[in-house]
């Protein structure tokens, strides 16, 4: 099913109720493995993080198709702000249920930001409300995947001072938005379908576990930090190698276009 303009919400193969169940468990289930589990085994949370992933693009995917335009990095953008509010608050609370009570704060927050953007900005998009809920709580597991890979736990002190207080909170701000808002607005168009969509998704989220993976060596070792960034390698060449094929799938043709002309060329 196409998702190119203004034209209501997008559809495809995989329910939404599916791709939610697959976010929420999944993301969840990765971080308290990743927290529980040694230090060597903190790429776990990467994996949750690759779940909420493509839980929060399939989101954007579906109330961007009513025609967001320039709004598509933007709702990005948004999901991992509320998601940093919601986990920071969520785990400086919650305990053990940290990440629990997180999800539940973005629940609410995305919920209010949605009613705000129907109701008083007036952009009558009629799964706002719902969607904003969804990309709310797939920014805060991202946010939480993601630290855990970084800190080796979810434990408030820990993400404070291996993740907030040297920075790589904005790293995995700008990584972990990427995954949710890039797939959509990198496939947009007529012939966009949802299993390209989310592949690319999934080959984004991939690149997040790398990248925080490099960065958890400071913490975490070379060891740990050199597995992480493995598998993040591994489902990366999966993930870009199945989305080039779907790319192939699903174009008309696909051509090498060669080196630019020079200016000399071009006179």
């Known amino acids: 099913m196409s998702a190119g303009g203004a034209g209501g919400e997008a559809k495809g193969g995989y329910p939404p109720q599916t791709i939610m169940a697959l976010g929420i468990v999944g993301g969840l289930v990765g971080i308290y493995l990743g927290n529980f589990a040694p230090p060597a085994y903190s790429f776990f949370g990467g994996l949750g993080a690759i779940c909420a992933t493509v839980w929060g693009a399939d989101a954007v995917r579906r109330v961007a198709s009513y025609g967001l335009g320039t709004g598509v990095p933007s709702i990005g953008m948004l999901a991992l702000g509320m998601g940093i509010l919601a986990a920071l608050f969520g785990l400086s609370i919650g305990g053990p ?11 609410i ?5 949605g009613a705000l953007a129907n109701k008083v900005i007036g952009m009558g998009i009629p799964i706002m409300e719902k969607a904003m809920v969804e990309i709310s709580c797939a920014g805060t597991l ?16 820990s993400v404070v001072q291996y993740v907030v207080a040297n920075g790589y909170i904005a790293l995995i ?11 959509f607005n990198a496939s947009l168009g ?11 998704a999934v080959e984004k989220g991939a690149i997040a576990l790398i990248i925080a993976g490099f960065a958890s060596s400071l913490h975490e070792g070379l060891m740990a ?7 993040g390698i591994v ?3 999966v993930a870009f190698s199945k989305h080039y094929a779907l790319i192939k799938r699903d174009a008309y043709a696909v051509v090498g276009s060669g080196m ?5 060329e071009l006179q």
């Open 97 to 107: 249920a940290g990440p629990i009570v997180a999800v539940v704060v973005a629940a």
């Open 109 to 113: 927050i995305g919920g209010v930001i």
């Open 142 to 157: 991202v946010i939480l995947g993601l630290s855990v890979v970084i800190a080796g736990s979810f434990d408030y002190a």
């Open 173 to 183: 701000f700008i990584i972990g938005g990427m995954g949710i808002l890039h797939p």
């Open 190 to 200: 007529p012939d966009e379908t949802q299993d390209r969509t989310l592949m690319l």
């Open 225 to 231: 930090a050199g597995l992480n960034m493995l598998i």
């Open 235 to 237: 489902i990366w060449y």
């Open 260 to 264: 630019l002309p020079s200016s000399e």
